[in-house]
């Protein structure tokens, strides 16, 4: 049977201030990367319905879902450093027509960076079922600056797979294969799995 599970990094477009206490995590509706993700359905989709499920799955955990830098929490196992939480998701909820929120924790480190405008947007990180494109289950979403798509309200997707649509530079293109590295560490593959491996 093919696990239909995939893990997606989203960068939404939400300039955050330093008083802040909610982030956007997902858009409602159906929504896409400008890198062509996800390639195995047509979009991901999201619900009143589907946020109520995340909802409750992220209730059902007892200690909060830290907001990391750079999704370093994914990356700490390949690069051997440590993963500092930015703050902490408290809650979420749906709002009608706007998608999912969370409410977070800032701590005083990342309140400090974001009043100086070094950290701006938000890269939720989610389990989804390849099959629909639902998201399954909330991971820890992280402080970033690599908004694809500029001017957007709802939501703006970092490019975080190969497929670039611009040119990254070498250090970008490290950076991207050491978190895609990550994510096939996290998912039980090795590192050079082929695209059939990383899919079956």
Request: charged content about 20%.
């Amino acid at each position: 049977m093919r696990n239909r599970n995939r893990l997606a990094f989203c960068a939404v477009l939400a300039a955050l201030n330093v008083g802040a206490t909610e982030i956007q995590l997902l858009p409602a509706g159906e929504f896409r990367g400008i890198d062509g993700r996800p390639s195995e359905v047509h979009s991901w989709r999201v619900t009143a319905e589907i946020a109520e499920r995340l909802r409750a799955t992220l209730a059902a955990r007892v200690n909060p879902l830290p907001v990391d830098y750079e999704h370093q929490t994914l990356r700490s196992v390949e690069n051997g450093q440590p993963a500092p939480a930015a703050g902490w998701l408290k809650a979420v909820e749906w709002r009608d027509g706007l998608g999912l929120f969370g409410v977070v924790e800032w701590t005083e480190r990342a309140r400090a960076l974001i009043a100086a405008g070094e950290y701006r947007y938000i890269s939720p990180v989610f389990r989804y079922d390849a099959a629909t494109g639902e998201p399954l289950e909330l991971l820890p979403p992280a402080l970033v600056n690599y908004p694809a798509i500029d001017g957007m309200q709802a939501v703006a997707l970092s490019a975080l797979a190969e497929a670039w649509s611009g040119s990254p530079s070498q250090q970008e293109i490290t950076t991207m294969n050491e978190l895609l590295k990550a994510v096939l560490k996290a998912l039980g593959l090795k590192d050079d799995a082929t695209p059939e491996a990383a899919t079956a």
